[in-house]
């Protein structure tokens, strides 16, 4: 019994091992999801690309959009990041709200909360990269994050306090200020306009948020 039960364990093993080999593992794919910041660039240029000459053995799937906002964002989720079915996102949404400033933070929270629910519950391992997450009020300064259209100042810290709770809720890991590396704005070598990273720029981009991602692949 025991000779028969050794055999049936070599045999299964053996047939994992060739249908590993003829189908290949599991593709491991990450999914850059977000607005301009995300897709700016130009051909070869995004920080997407420039991750992935870092890390040749992932498929990484770009899925900026310009002009995006989370409530955009999580419209568009099922195509743009669940139906790649990867493994680990990168996610960065919430400048072009910041500049219009047409939806309170509580809404903004509660479309950001629902896009890494639900990309948590599809298994993906989470890295959030931010403009705002080092951005800071007076100590006493009160937020009212349900009234739209509140100073910018305002908005750009209730963005953060956002960011800040999330990622711990959902174990993420995070890159409070993705553009660190590239300040002063506006610099030629760096920038293509005044919002957006050019290919130089974006590559400066891509190794502040590789330690964080690197984490999230161990």
């Known amino acids: 019994m025991k000779n028969l039960m050794r055999r049936f364990l070599q045999t299964a093993m053996f047939g994992c091992c060739f ?16 607005d301009s910041l995300t897709s700016c660039g130009g051909k070869d240029g995004r920080y997407s690309d420039m991750l992935q000459q870092s890390l040749p053995g992932y498929r990484i799937i770009n899925s900026g959009k310009g002009g995006d906002t989370l409530g ?17 996102l990168i996610i960065g949404l ?16 509660k479309d950001y909360d629902t896009i890494l629910k639900r990309c ?3 298994g993906m391992k989470i890295v959030v990269i931010s403009c705002f ?5 007076p100590e006493g300064t009160v937020i009212d994050f349900g009234k739209p259209g509140i100073p910018l100042e305002h908005y750009a810290a209730g963005i953060a306090i956002i960011e800040h709770e999330l990622v711990r809720k959902y174990h993420a890991e995070y890159v409070p200020d993705m553009q660190c590396g590239i300040t002063p704005k506006g610099r030629r070598d760096l920038w293509s306009d005044s ?18 991602l690197r984490r999230i692949l161990k």
Do not use: M
Not at 72 to 88: M, P, S
Not at 133 to 137: A, D, I, S, T, W
């Open 19 to 34: 249908l590993t080999s003829l189908f290949g593992a599991e593709e491991k794919k990450i999914v850059c999801f977000g």
């Open 72 to 88: 955009g964002g999580l419209a568009r989720l099922e195509d743009a990041v669940l139906k790649h079915r990867a493994q680990y």
């Open 94 to 109: 919430g400048a072009n709200d910041y500049w219009r400033r047409k939806r309170s933070l509580n809404d903004l929270k």
């Open 120 to 122: 948590t519950e599809a």
């Open 133 to 137: 997450g080092n951005e800071k009020l």
């Open 195 to 212: 919002n957006h990273p050019n290919a130089a720029g974006n590559r400066i981009v891509a190794d502040t948020i590789l330690p964080k």
